[in-house]
C-alpha cells in the first residue's frame, strides 16, 4: 500500500461546513496528489504538491484548497462544502521522484457526502 | 479535460476468456500506465509502458501502444472471476509535469 493513510475513511457533513481530508505517508516522497473520483467522470486531479509548501492546481480545483507543511502529510480543504462535492476522494503518491516513468500509489479513499 | 479515454465502458465476459480493452488519448505521451480498481477500493497500479516501447508484458497481461494512433489496449488473458474489477488507462503527458490524468475507466465483470 506504499504506506500512504488517509483520514477519515467516511465522512457526512453539512452543507456550507468547512472539511479537512488528511494524506499521510510514511515513505518521505516527495509528490503528492489529491484525485477525486465520480461516477462517470473516472478521475480528476483536484490539486497537487512537489514538496512541502509547494503545491499547485488541478483540473477541478475550485472549492478546495491543500497545504503541505511537512513532506509526510498532505491536506485537502473544502472551505465551504457543497453538495457538488459529494464524491470519494483519493490520495497519491508517486515514488523515486516525479520522473516520466513512474507509476502512482493509491490510498484507500475518502468517501464524503454533503448533505 | 480527459486526457484518456477507455473503451468499452462495460465488459461482460466468461471465466477462461480473454478480456481486451482499449485507451485513446489525446496528445504525446511519455509514458502509458493502466490500474485496476476493485470495488470501494483504491487504484492499483498494473502496468507502465513508456513511449518509445510497443508491448509489454505481465503475467497475463499484455499491453500495446501505438503512439501514430494514440491508442493502447489492455489483454487480460484466461480471465478469473478475480479479474472482476474497473480497468483506468493513465498518461503521463510530454512535456507535463509528469502528472497521471485519468480516463473514465472500463468495468470489467468475468462471471465463474
Known amino acids: 500500500d506504499a504506506g500512504i493513510t488517509q483520514s477519515p475513511r467516511h465522512k457526512v457533513t453539512e452543507t456550507g461546513t468547512p472539511v479537512t481530508l488528511r494524506c499521510h505517508q510514511t515513505?518521505?516522497?516527495?509528490?503528492m496528489y489529491w484525485y477525486r473520483q465520480d461516477p462517470g467522470h473516472g478521475l480528476r486531479l483536484i490539486h497537487y504538491?512537489?514538496?512541502?509548501?509547494?503545491?499547485d492546481k488541478g483540473e477541478v480545483s475550485d472549492g478546495y484548497s491543500v497545504s503541505r507543511s511537512k513532506t509526510e502529510d498532505f491536506l485537502l480543504t473544502l472551505e465551504s462544502a457543497t453538495s457538488s462535492q459529494t464524491s470519494v476522494y483519493f490520495c497519491?503518491?508517486?515514488?523515486?521522484?516525479?520522473?516520466?516513468?513512474?507509476?502512482?500509489?493509491f490510498g484507500q479513499g475518502t468517501r464524503l457526502t454533503v448533505v | 479535460s480527459q486526457q484518456g479515454e477507455e473503451d468499452p465502458q462495460a465488459l461482460s465476459i466468461q471465466e477462461g476468456e480473454n478480456a481486451t480493452m482499449n485507451c485513446s488519448y489525446k496528445?504525446?505521451?511519455?509514458?502509458l500506465q493502466w490500474y485496476r480498481q476493485n470495488s470501494g477500493r483504491g487504484l492499483v497500479h498494473l502496468i507502465l509502458?513508456?513511449?518509445?516501447?510497443r508491448e509489454k508484458h505481465s503475467g497475463r497481461l499484455r499491453v500495446t501502444l501505438d503512439t501514430s494512433k494514440k491508442s493502447s489496449s489492455l489483454l487480460i488473458t484466461a480471465s478469473r472471476a478475480a479479474d472482476t474489477a474497473s480497468y483506468f488507462c493513465?498518461?503521463?503527458?510530454?512535456?507535463?509535469?509528469?502528472?497521471?490524468?485519468f480516463g473514465r475507466g472500463t468495468s470489467l465483470i468475468v462471471h465463474p
Open positions: 496528445t504525446s505521451i511519455n509514458n
Open positions: 497519491a503518491i508517486k515514488k523515486g521522484g516525479q520522473g516520466p516513468n513512474t507509476e502512482a500509489f
Open positions: 515513505e518521505n516522497h516527495r509528490y
Open positions: 504538491s512537489y514538496g512541502v509548501k509547494d503545491t
Open positions: 509502458i513508456r513511449s518509445n516501447e
Open positions: 493513465a498518461t503521463d503527458e510530454a512535456g507535463g509535469s509528469y502528472i497521471p490524468t
